[in-house]
């Protein structure tokens, strides 16, 4: 696909001198993609399939960093530097916001790279010491695609930095969570190293607890034993005090705000253990639960750091998205135009906004005569015009001509922000829901705490010697372990399943949701269409072909990209003039002949005859009809549109086949949603056009309030920041593939392959996940009630219930590791 | 047997010593990004 766009590119930058074609395929010295023909220099040794990979190929060979091209894998992607200048890197603004000053006097920031993928990447972003002088450090983390770079102020700024790392492939963007970073760095620490400290004492506490047990079968003198029993309390207590004291803290916290919480019997239990073996170590008799009780401690905090991890990669996401979100704008003053921060804007500021940027912050246009796309927070795809008064907003871009704009709302206030807040809002109001094992946990804590009470009271007052034994006994053997275990597990190895299969899954929550069909809102742009402007008809001569492209190669408009990508590689004729005339289209000269191309109302204004050929043409009223007249004749006639994907009749149909009522929600105009309604067989009155991003989140909440039952979830499916608040007040949120990053940081689910099929994949899944959970909850429960019954009659000590403890935890662990979830072959899933 | 007087203390001084290691490690950040590392070996560093 990359080769296919490289192909569309090449006539803008190729010598009109060299118009053969390859006759073989030459591959790129850098990146190892086929070098389009107009680009090989014949009989050199050195051939490259853009600037960038030559200029990025220059500043490896002059630094001696020869040896990249000696590497097995690297990254087959063209160099597409952005060229920019980053000086805003270096304004005072920017380093307040980003750049920590150390105490060595260095600076250090931490920088998102675009394009990180592989083992070659960490070797060449590591280098840039030996390619900058003054930059001291450059560590890169692959899976997070962020690089720490240190360097001396004094000797180089970060701008020069930044545009070494540009044009290597890698354009930097800034890190926002810097601050967040360094908080959530230290808790990752703390919690591995009481996981570390818990899992030692539990591993040594081993070794005496087998001594003591073979000491029982065989018969240790009393010394040795009482010893052995003494270094087990030795060892008991650090566990406690430091990783144990987790659950400790957590059980306050339980009875300060009277909500059952899982740490709750836990801490109980620990505490009744360690009283009671404290008590039987003194008294040189009776079981000590030590060994069981450190243990125990160890594989809650392994449970906990997991379920830790999974919720990271959620705020991951987020941080990125605002990593990529424009950083600079321009800043007009009274001396002129320069870059600065999108941080140091604020309300009364001038800017200018070219065609093709996004603009920085909302405002009113105070000169200037645009077309604006506001797809990001609308979902429009056709551009809307603008001029002087009317309002623009940040994230949404300047398709046509330069604009000044009077900043109104900056930063935080922005519509985009605070789109983005509500999202968060919506994240944080989901954040406590009701998960099948956590509710069935409630109800156990606190059955277990009532049961052991009892036993207690029961035994002592039939008078067993054993009550206590008993009641601790119960209180172990039930430990929530292998139920809290269930769900985060099975949805650990589905989750890892799933996204080897392209299937990014962020919240466990949403495949448990997921398992149930319910009502499946479908954004239409890009999710169930191309969501990109394509040549969909072509009424007109092959000759006027090279004519329309030469005349739109300048622009950025969609439908200029609609027409290359579908004539890639012609040779294009030279273009004397061109003129980009205000909502109509283009009008310029090309090899002498006088060409308009555009709506047809423009070019109707000089037009006086028409091919006969196009009399009784007529188009889709869905299509955007595009006419083109050359020396005032109407040649041709052109419908773009925006195709629907191949697989989504087919997906469709299984997902309705598995129970689910599909929708249509679109921001696009009513004739479109309506036309794909039809083509793909929804219910007259499923689908919705028009819709804002705030009738899509009213819509989103009115279908979560008309559902049948609390079980039928309301998935939203979309790719855009106009989806980003219903995508994250829906029960599921799915991102599809090509949605905006805004729109990955607030779904639950990313789906990296293209089109619709991966959502039918996505929902088996889910369900055969489910079903793993479901079998794990009746192990653990068959368990917890049997080992109950025995710890309440007696039958069990709590030595062997401690032996017995781990059973039902390895049993869990394995049928989760094993249960087919997302490993089955597509044959099944596909259909 | 009263060897265990002498050989149990030995040993949990040894799984201090350890732990010790481990908790400098990990404060020290050697536990932040496992990812990196294992690609980064690939590559030697065999200029400069």
Known sequence: ?831 | MSVVYLVLPLALLLVGGAVLAFIWSARSGQMDDLDTPAVRMLHDDTER
Not at chain 1, 319 to 327: I, S
Not at chain 1, 612 to 625: E, I, K, Q, R, S
């Open chain 1, 1 to 831: 696909m990359t080769a296919s766009v490289l192909a569309v590119e090449v006539p803008d930058t190729a010598p009109s001198t060299a118009p053969r074609r390859a006759a073989e395929v030459v591959s790129c010295t850098h990146c190892t993609l086929p070098v389009p023909a107009g680009l090989v220099v014949a009989g050199a040794s050195r051939q490259f399939c853009c600037t960038g990979c030559e200029t990025a190929f220059g500043i490896l060979s002059a630094s001696g960093l020869d040896a990249y091209y000696g590497f097995p894998e690297r990254r087959e992607v063209a160099v597409t530097g952005s060229g920019r200048g980053y000086e805003e890197f270096d304004h005072p603004a920017f380093t307040d916001l980003y750049v920590r000053t150390l105490p060595s006097g260095r600076s250090r920031t931490e920088l998102y790279l675009e394009g990180v993928h592989c083992a070659s990447c960490v070797w060449l972003v590591e280098r840039i010491p030996l390619l900058t002088t003054g930059v001291v450090r450059a560590e890169l983390d692959v899976r997070r695609s962020l690089a720490v770079v240190e360097w001396d102020p004094a000797a180089v700024p970060l701008s020069v930095i930044a545009r070494t790392l540009d044009a290597l492939g890698y354009p930097p963007h800034p890190f926002r969570g810097v601050a967040r970073a360094d908080v959530r760095r230290r808790e990752d620490r703390a919690m591995l190293v009481r996981i570390g400290v818990a899992g030692a004492i539990a591993i040594n506490m081993m070794l005496a607890a087998l001594a003591l047990y073979a000491g029982d079968v065989n018969g240790m003198e009393s010394r040795y034993t009482n010893f052995f029993r003494w270094v087990s309390l030795g060892l008991t207590i650090p566990a406690f005090v430091w990783p144990g004291r987790v659950f400790l803290s957590g059980a306050w916290a339980s009875l300060r705000t009277r909500a059952l919480h899982m740490d709750l019997p836990i801490a109980v239990a620990l505490a009744a253990g360690f009283v009671r073996g404290t008590m039987n170590t003194v008294r040189g008799e009776g079981p000590i639960y030590f060994d069981g009780l450190a243990l125990l401690i160890f594989a809650l905090l392994v449970g906990r750091y997991l379920q830790q991890r999974g919720q990271r990669l959620a705020t991951d996401a987020a941080e990125l998205l605002h990593a990529v979100a424009p950083t600079t704008a321009r800043m007009v003053e009274a001396d002129g135009v320069r870059e600065v921060p999108t941080g140091a804007l604020a309300p009364g500021m001038r800017i200018e906004v070219l065609a093709g940027e996004t603009f920085p912050a909302d405002g009113i246009v105070v000169d200037g005569r645009s077309q604006v796309n506001a797809a990001l927070l609308t979902g429009e795809s056709t551009p809307a015009t603008v001029s002087r008064g009317s309002a623009v907003y940040a994230g949404t871009l300047n398709v046509a001509a330069p604009l000044r704009v009077c900043v109104e709302e900056a930063g935080e206030s922005s519509r985009v922000a605070r789109l983005m807040q509500q999202v968060e809002t919506s994240a944080a109001r989901r954040a406590p829901v009701v998960q099948l094992a956590n509710r069935l946990a409630g109800y156990f804590t606190a059955s277990v705490l009532l049961l052991s009470v009892i036993t207690l009271v029961m035994r002592t007052r039939l008078g067993y010697p054993t009550a206590l034994d008993d009641a601790i006994a119960l209180l172990i053997v039930t430990c929530p372990c292998a139920l809290a275990l269930a769900t985060p597990l099975a949805i650990t190895a589905a989750v890892g399943r799933a996204a080897q299969r392209g299937l990014l899954i962020k919240g466990g929550d949403a495949l448990e949701r997921l398992a149930r069909p319910g009502t499946l809102l479908l954004d239409k742009t890009g999710t169930v269409t191309e969501g990109r402007v394509a040549l969909v008809v072509w009424h007109g001569p092959d000759w006027v072909r090279p004519l329309v492209l030469a005349l739109e190669a300048g622009s950025s408009h969609p439908v200029a990209d609609g027409f290359r990508r579908a004539w890639p590689g012609l040779e294009l004729p030279a273009v004397s003039a061109s003129q980009h005339m205000m909502g109509g289209g283009l009008e310029g000269t090309v090899e002498g002949r006088m060409i308009r191309i555009g709506a047809p109302r423009f070019v109707q204004e000089s037009v006086h005859s028409t091919d006969p050929l196009l009399g009784g043409v007529t188009l889709d009223p869905t299509l955007t009809p595009v006419h083109v007249a050359v020396d005032g004749q109407l040649v041709a006639v052109a419908g773009l549109g925006d195709q629907i994907r191949e697989d989504a009749a087919e997906a469709l149909a299984a997902l309705r086949a598995r129970g689910w009522r599909t929708e249509l929600l679109s921001g696009d105009a009513s004739t479109a949603v309506e036309s794909v309604r039809a083509v793909l067989d929804f219910s007259a009155d499923a689908a919705r056009g028009g819709a804002t991003p705030e009738a899509k989140l009213a819509y989103v909440f009115s279908r979560t309030a008309q559902r049948p039952s609390p079980d039928h979830p309301v998935v939203m499916v979309g790719d855009g920041v106009n989806d980003a608040a219903a995508i994250a007040a829906a029960d599921v949120g799915i991102g599809v593939h090509g949605g905006a990053e805004a729109c990955l940081a607030t779904a639950d689910i990313y789906l990296t392959r293209p089109g619709l099929t991966p959502l039918v994949e996505l929902v088996a899944g889910a369900e055969r996940t489910m079903r793993v959970i479901r079998r794990n909850l009746v192990i653990s429960i068959g368990y917890n009630l049997v080992g109950a019954t025995l710890a309440m009659t007696g039958i069990i000590t709590p030595l062997i219930a401690a032996i017995l403890m781990p059973v039902a935890s390895v049993t869990v662990v394995l049928g989760s590791w094993y249960g087919t979830t997302f490993s089955a072959p597509a044959a099944e899933t596909s259909a």
